[in-house]
């Protein structure tokens, strides 16, 4: 997972630095930020977290050098067992520079709101592993998140293609919820899963590392 992880840093880095240095190269003094302005993007990176999700966005750019962006995503099932569930990604963007040949950074607040539920029939370890057991179970987790965040945006010609790259570093809040017994652990449970101990309830607070590349397109 590690690997896979490194591998796609590395391929980000590359689009990355490729598109950017293909940008430079174009010559217009258009103001990139004449408003209003409405972007469509789809969020490459989320296919590649622990929890895949198919994610698309808009961003409203209603002042000069200020946008909102907000992201819908469907959490699809992982190796684990069955999943499902919904995120969102609201965000206030304030861009430092006014032109795309200025290289428009930007910080922004990212406000997550995250559902997600694990189902199934599966076999369960009780009583710290005397027996097993079968259940038919339902694992709940709801997070709220709030994260910083540094990036930039850029169109790179004439076609208005957008590129959108972002790193950001908070806090997340993750409520759970289950209908299994507290003693229940998964058998032979995959660690790399948030999900692995499904009779998990409470509460907990954890940190929130976000690195996200979008790309879609301006009218």
């Not at 689009?15 to 103001?31: A, C, P, V």
């Not at 409405?38 to 999700?53: A, D, G």
């Not at 930007?106 to 369960?124: A, D, H, M, P």
């Not at 919820?177 to 101990?197: T, Y």
């Amino acid at each position: 997972m590690i690997k896979i992880f490194q591998q796609t840093i590395c391929c980000i880095i590359l689009i990355f630095t490729g598109l950017f240095s293909y940008g430079q190269e174009i010559e217009d003094s258009k103001n990139f930020f004449d408003t209003p302005q409405v972007l469509y993007k789809y969020n490459v990176t989320s296919l590649f977290e622990i929890e895949p999700t198919f994610q698309l966005g808009v961003e409203y750019i209603f002042k000069p050098r200020i946008g909102f962006q907000q992201q819908l995503g469907y959490i699809f099932q992982n190796p684990s067992t069955d999943i499902w569930g919904i995120r969102s990604r609201s965000e206030m963007k304030f861009y430092l520079n006014k032109t795309r040949r200025e290289r428009p950074f930007y910080i922004s607040t990212e406000i997550l709101y995250k559902f997600v539920q694990n189902y199934g029939t599966r076999t369960f370890v009780r009583d710290g592993g005397s027996y097993t057991q079968r259940f038919n179970f339902r694992a709940n987790r709801s997070v709220i998140g709030f994260t910083p965040k540094i990036g930039i945006m850029n169109n790179f010609t004439m076609r208005n293609f957008v590129f959108d790259l972002s790193f950001g570093l908070g806090v997340k809040a993750a409520y759970y919820s289950s209908n299994l017994p507290a003693d229940a652990d998964l058998l032979n449970s995959f660690a790399i899963w948030d999900f692995s101990n499904l009779s998990k309830s409470g509460n907990e607070v954890l940190q929130n590392v976000i690195l996200s590349l979008q790309i879609g397109f301006t009218k």
